[in-house]
């Protein structure tokens, strides 16, 4: 096993460097490495104190995720040398600095407050992350934290996740200090001071730990706080289980229940589907395909052609990420309509604290509203979000072939219809991609990049750096109706149209879908959406429906009557003025009716049956979106369901489901 970690002399201070790039996890040969520095250092008589600092950008950024991983597949994995090497820091006769650069999250907070002191630059990040993948701290963090910081603090980081700043970590009182400029020289200065005093140890200290009454409160009011923030989820409660027994047990014991805490979370389904998630962000954004060398265009500005509401949201998403953008329409009142829609979102971003004033204005001078093609020859990428109609995309894109630069990527928000067509009416079909974003376009993190038949490979690569570049996770989908996302979303619904036809209740549906972790039911999504866009592409493609085969109609009877969900007031639910949904007893007459003359036979579904047959539904359509090579691997579709249909993260999306539940 390699040592990934250096040992230096620098005065009567040893030094130990991580060097586990890119972000120093804790594989196997850096708490080895730790170990073994420590051992040599305490021996030394020449050395007064220890620093440990992370080599290149970070300090550790926890455990290493991959042993996860290979303990979720039974292919070994350990994490008892992290544990040793906690241990040793905390058995210490010399005092330890841990010196913070970057991020400690995780297995890294809990090897530093494993040591007798820690430092911090003042861009530092802390944070105990565990829950993001399902499980708890299980390097003694539930245990160190509360009595470093209180109780309080320990449990908002343990059940949430969130990292915190080191100005804020030195006021909690998980940093001693806060250094501004070279942290190593600063970290053995401070080594050097400290060097004489008696060494301290978190896992002595029972000051923070509060009292019985107000921890009761607290536990409670968290209890609560995660079931409404992180519904479903099991580790944020394993996580106040664990820091429970902080309070009420000695530091051993404490740390023996947060092991068994620690081993029950990592074996469930949940940390399984999460590292899973984890890892399938990052394999997304590698398309096997593409060599490493591939060019990547610099995208300086761009244009989006539509000010509705997906364009105007695309256009701030553009703005966000400082690139300047123009957004044209074609009338001056649509133009004032998405203008005002746009300062209306900023605006309450401000209020909700997302933004500042300052920044919002700054976004807003990006945004160039303009009714014609002036200066589109100077823009890198032209996005078109006018709505789902092939004429019209090929009347655009045939116009802005004309005015755009010739390596201009030519880019359709379309979501469903077929790419190489809307290409066809250019002369570079090579720049054409398809480029379906999500509706709040700036809010889900979602984008689909559809590759046409002749896209270029410098296309496929920018748009995958430019999906970076927006904050949006990029996923490559095959040129079909409805892509990965849209295609499967088709055999979802209709299944959750056929249970109401068959006699459930859409609150039924719904509520069984929503319980299992969606965001949404099915029925208030399409509601939200719109019923009348499924509509205008199911006569788009009537054409192809088959004989024989059974089709949803709720959906269609309802539009026929005007109700086109929340927009109308009335679709699969009725909406009040704040959109508030309640039952629409309509819907279920009209069901009867229809099931009736159809000769539907009535059969209440469980809500078991329910979640199964929808998902059986997305499961299958996954299935065969692979065997077509739409979707490169199983992972593209369970991120593109995570990221942009509300799939909760925790259940890995369609695919990883359907692999723990053990469907075929
Ligand atoms: C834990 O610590 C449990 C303990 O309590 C138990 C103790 C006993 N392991 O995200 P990036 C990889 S649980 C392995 O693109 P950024 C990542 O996959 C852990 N690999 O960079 C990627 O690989 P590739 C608690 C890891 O700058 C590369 O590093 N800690 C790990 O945007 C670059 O990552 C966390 O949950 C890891 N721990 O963000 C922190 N971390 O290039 C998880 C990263 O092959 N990590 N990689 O695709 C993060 O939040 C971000 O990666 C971080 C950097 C903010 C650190």
Redesign the pocket.
Known sequence: MPNLVAYSVHGQVAVLTIENP??N???PGVPEGISEGLKAANWDPAIQAIVLIGGG??FI??????E?EKIHAGQGGS?AS??TC?ADLDASGKPVVAAIH??A????L?VAMACSYRVAATSAQVG???V??G?????E?TQRLPRLAGVGKALDMCCFGEPVSAPDAYQAGIVDDLIEGDLLAGAVAFAERIAALPVPRASQRQDRLGTAEANATLFAEFRAAANKRLRGQQAPHAAIEAIQAATELPFAEGCAKEAEI?DRCLHADQSKALVHA??GE??V??IPFLAKDTPVLPIKRAAVIGAGTMGGGIAMVYANAGIPVILKETTQEALDRGVATIARNYANSVKRGRFSQAFVEERLKLIHPQLDYYNFGEVDIVVEAVFENMELKKHIFADVDKFAKSDCILASNTSTLNIDEIASVTSRPDCVVGHHFFSPANVMRLLEIVRGKATNATVLATSMDLARRLKKVGVLAGNCRGFIGNRMFFPYCREAIFLVEEGNTPEEVDRALYEWGMAMGPLAVQDLAGLDVGWRIRKEYQHLEQPGVRYPELDTLLCERGHYGQKTGAGFFLYDEHRKPSPNPEVIALAQEYAAKAGIPQRKSTPEQIVERCLRALFDEGKQLLAEGIALRSVDIDIVYISGYGFPAWRGGPMKYAELVGWK
């Open positions: 890119p972000v996890a804790l594989s950008r970070t950024a926890g455990a290493d995720i991959r996860f994490l992290v544990l906690i970057g991020t999250f995780g297995g890294g809990e105990q992350p565990e993001k993948l499980i708890i701290p299980g390097g963090g620690f984890f890892f990052r394999a954004a590698k």
